[in-house]
């Protein structure tokens, strides 16, 4: 009597990686000191467990470079409010769809160049006697002030290639506000709200380069990995919105933007910046890996 057969034993599929996206200030950055510390065991474990941890903010490539070094982080950056993404050739031997190769970067470049958003500012500037003034106007001591930031950073802020950062003054009322912002954006120009200041950059955002690397992430991988974003702004949205789990940090002042916690689905940390990164990082990493 012939045995019966055995059923032929196949290998369980593999396990889906995980991609954590993450706002830099106010979020993974504490918004007063620009600490990281509060963070410090989330991204021993995220290395430990070999997680790609990709930031993305409106900080310039020379910030991103310096703290990505700090970290200790090889992974793609995002950088401006979503106007450049920076693959190290570290990482990856072959050129992304759509980048150049440059300074030890792979860079797909998403957003208009700083020349044509610092002009767009200026000349509405002169045309309307809107009184504002951006970081083009600034020494680095005064970008120091009123960003927050060491003095010895402040030049690195101000190598912007995208992204104009800038203050009216005073603020305008509410309908002059919005009318100025509206005649600023518009004709392949976006302004973005952060949290210190409106940011007038080309027609890119977060959620648009987001889904670029996820994209790459996913070519990379024999699964289509999971991701989570963390954000405490509405500029963070699209960003959130282009991940698996999204997820809320409270603001400095105990509570979360309104305009988030709108969001059906989002996920609250608990805490403020790197202490609610931190926090949900290490509860997450148990339920998913």
Known sequence: MPSPKRKKRTAPPPKPGLVVFTDLDGTLLDFHSYSFKAASAAL????RLNVPL?????????EMMTLSKT??????????????????????????????????????????????????????REKTGTACEGFGDWTPDKISRLAGIPLVNAPLAKMREYDEPFIFKPNPPDDKLEAHLKSLGGTGFNVIRGGR?????????????????IAWYTKKEPVKPRTLA????????????????????????????????????????????????NRMILRLLKQLM
Not at 54 to 62: E, G, L, P, Q
């Open 197 to 213: 200041f409106y940011h007038l950059c080309g027609p890119s955002d977060k959620g648009k380069a987001v889904r670029e690397v």
């Open 54 to 62: 990709v930031m993305v903010s409106s900080k310039t490539r020379a």
């Open 71 to 124: 970290l200790g982080i090889v992974a793609p950056f995002i950088s401006e409010n979503g106007s450049a993404i920076f693959w190290p050739k570290e990482l990856s031997r072959t050129k992304p769809q759509g980048a150049k190769a440059s300074n030890g970067f792979w860079i797909r470049e998403l957003g208009t160049p700083y020349e044509k958003v610092r002009d767009r500012l200026v000349t509405f």
């Open 44 to 47: 021993r474990e995220l290395k």
């Open 230 to 277: 963390f954000g405490d702004s509405p500029n963070d949205w699209p960003m959130l919105a282009a991940c698996d789990i999204a997820i809320a940090v409270k603001r400095p002042d105990g509570k979360y933007h309104s305009a988030l916690r709108a969001h059906k689905g989002i996920r609250l940390a608990g805490a403020p910046g790197p202490e609610g990164f």
